[in-house]
């Protein structure tokens, strides 16, 4: 059972550049979530999603763009990017309802620098 | 915005050396996870905890929600180099569409 899994593990882009991070989730949860989490820090909500076609910010979505056309499958869309947008970069998921439905599953991450 | 704080930030202690690590708030939360994250991984679940005043434990490690429900905390007895990783809690919002974490509590224990 693979989880969430995110892609790529590392990456390098230029001042200006875009890239889309991949982010799927194989355990049909309906939420899925990114975060950042800069060195020696918490995670910082950016987008969430509460099912298929349905998308939300969170705390840090400048910057940013999701979309969720099913709901295995939840990018997250870097336009322009910034050296600020240095971090690292988890995908979560999670079965959304009840007192146990915030309960997240996370992937491996993406290391992104931005140079 | 909810807001959870993590104190202390860092904590460096000896093998058999037991720690609370604490996790507070001014709101109340409908649950509260504990997550741990070892270098270069994503944060894996260790407990969620619902009911005010509600203890749970996990071997070594003991978890309380206050009885309010806006703080909580973990006890690790008889810490061993395994427990190394950065430790972080997270609050569950009422309507069970979104977590807001705190800043972690980075440990080491040597052996």
């Known amino acids: 059972n693979a989880g969430v899994t995110q892609t790529p593990k590392f990456r390098i882009l230029k001042i200006g550049q875009s890239m889309t991070l991949q982010c799927t989730q194989d355990?049909?949860?309906?939420?899925m979530y990114w975060y950042r989490q800069d060195p020696g820090m918490g995670l910082k909500l950016i987008y969430y999603s509460v099912g298929a076609g349905i998308t939300d910010k969170g705390e840090v979505p400048n910057g940013y763009n999701v979309s969720r056309s099913t709901t295995e499958d939840f990018p997250l869309r870097l336009e322009l990017a910034a050296p600020s947008q240095t971090s690292v970069y988890f995908c979560a998921s999670s079965y959304g309802q009840g007192s146990l439905g915030t309960e997240a599953f996370f992937g491996q991450g993406t290391r992104l620098t931005v140079v | 915005t909810q807001l959870l704080e993590q104190s202390p930030q860092f904590l460096s202690i000896q093998e058999g050396e037991n720690l609370t690590v604490y996790c507070n708030s001014s709101s109340v939360f409908s649950s509260l996870q504990w997550y741990r994250q070892e270098p270069g991984e994503g944060p894996v679940l260790l407990v969620t905890?619902?009911?005010?005043?509600e203890v749970k434990k996990l071997k070594r490690l003991t978890f309380q929600f206050g009885d309010a429900r806006k703080d909580s905390s973990l006890h690790i007895t008889a810490a061993q180099p395994g427990d190394t990783g950065l430790y972080l809690c997270a609050g569950g919002n009422n309507a069970g569409n979104m977590l807001t974490f705190g800043g972690g509590t980075r440990l080491m224990v040597k052996p």
């Open positions: 355990m049909n949860h309906n939420y």
């Open positions: 905890v619902v009911t005010g005043g």
